[in-house]
């Protein structure tokens, strides 16, 4: 059956069911609602077309709404953002762009390799620049620095991005291909671990390292650098070459101790960022006399068995499990056709979200009746700001695994259902003139559902 068969009976089915459901008269005990908004749409405003089917040529047209374009357009991109040209009619107001596909980022092609970046400077909302929402909910914490930066980085088989160190932080999560990491702490003790695709690195603010792909894979590796500081940009890297290059030459040899004067004569003139070299032979650290780092710098994610869902998985991995990982946290989710990553937010922190497959559909919600709705796709970057609610719906009919990411030390989520099921019954039906038969199925989800099902109403 084809999705938009599949979707078209579910349309049915569900309307149908609204009709059926909608109560002919609120209990009493409830207080009325103006008679208006029993229901705010039953209008399933599902998205109306899908990035790989599409309509010959998508307008902007969403039942009596809108109207066809006359002048010129980019259909392409129309195609990939439905919501946007033709938005729900629970859409209101604006959030800020919450989408950047990595395709907009102007790329630094190197010898070996390649970096593109997405930061505050590329899309606003990463830098809580979100003037309403900064009064009403951040004023307490501006002094957090709550954001973050990606960079996806490439390097061919062999190829080395250079020994260096940055003021923030650094994680990682391998999209292809194994890469060797190497660092030394500041109380001189080294790491280094060849690290796997779907497995984490990261390294303190201020610890030095470097990144070497393998030759594990002909093609050498990818991987998501994670920069919890929204105006981060890779170019802030301190680089080995580029200090030894502004150093008077005398006093490089005198701090090295050198016997040769020339020793330290072929230092390059300009940073060498990524670079091609040969393959590393194994993932042995030189020996060292104060140990190896007590926490290690890398993290077998992909080893972590993920939790079933009703519709879908979900793994995480912050500091009660990756130690070291103090302030990066990680949720990788899959959600099935039709299923949907449940209605809730983060309570503390923004939410960078990586889309590794498939498609899906994101609403965010930010108070005083404003909400927008986006389009994802595989490749693409959305950006929720902490404490907005949202969900994120499997559009296409494939698995959609994205990575829920958090300048944090744990993942946290409040569950919009879970929130609904432990309270009070009578205070819930006085909001939503919801019946007893519906606040007994809201009981399920007294544990968090986090993904759940397609709605199957075939039993019901
Ligand atoms: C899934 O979508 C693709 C692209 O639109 C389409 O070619 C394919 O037939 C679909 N598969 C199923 C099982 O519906
Ligand atoms: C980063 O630095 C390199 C080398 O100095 C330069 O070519 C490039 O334009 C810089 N990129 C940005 C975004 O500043
Ligand atoms: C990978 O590199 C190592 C070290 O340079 C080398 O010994 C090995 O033969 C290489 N393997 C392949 C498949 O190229
Ligand atoms: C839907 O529910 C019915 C009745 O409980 C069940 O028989 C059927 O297998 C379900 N369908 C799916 C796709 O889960």
Known sequence: ???????????????????????????????????????????????????????????????SLGASILGPTNTFMELEN????????????????????????????????????????????AKSRFLKLDRMIRSDRLSHNQDIAGVNMRLEAGAIREL???????????????????AVDQDGKNFVANVKPGDLWFFPAGIPHSLQATNDTAEGSEFLLIFPDGNFDENDTLLLTDWLAH???????????????????HIPAEQLYIFPGNPPANADAPSDPQGTVPLPYAFSFSEIVPTQLGGGTVKIADSRTFKIST?????????????????????????WTFFLEGEGRVTIFAGQSTANTFNYQAGDIAYVPVSLGHYVENTGNTTLKYLEIFNSDLF???????????????????HLGLDDATIQELTKFKEKAIVVPPLNLTGA
């Open 327 to 351: 302030t990066v946290a990680v949720a990788e989710v899959t959600v099935e056709p039709g299923a949907l990553r449940e209605l809730h937010w983060h309570p503390t922190m923004d939410e």
């Open 82 to 125: 439905a919501d946007l040209l033709a938005p729900p009619t629970t859409d209101s107001g604006s959030v800020g762009n919450a989408k950047w596909p990595f395709s907009f980022s102007k790329n630094r092609l190197q010898t070996g390799g390649w970096a593109r970046q997405q930061n505050a400077q590329v899309m606003p909302i």
């Open 164 to 182: 260096h160190w940055h003021t923030t932080s650094e994680w990682a999560y391998v999209l292809k291909g194994t890469t060797q990491i190497s």
């Open 1 to 63: 059956m084809s999705s938009s068969f599949l979707r078209l009976l579910q349309i049915s089915l569900l309307t149908a069911t609204a009709v059926l459901a909608a109560p002919a008269s609120s209990p009493a005990s409830v207080a009325q609602p103006s008679s208006t908004v029993l229901f705010a749409s039953t209008d399933l405003n599902l998205p109306l077309w899908e990035p790989n089917s599409p309509p010959s040529v998508p307008q902007p047209i969403r039942g």
């Open 247 to 265: 150093v008077p030459f005398e006093v490089i040899q005198k701090n090295f101790q050198v016997t040769d004067p020339k020793a330290f004569s």
């Open 412 to 430: 946290q989520d409040v569950s919009l259902s879970q929130w609904l099921a432990l309270t009070p019954p009578a205070l819930v039906k006085a």
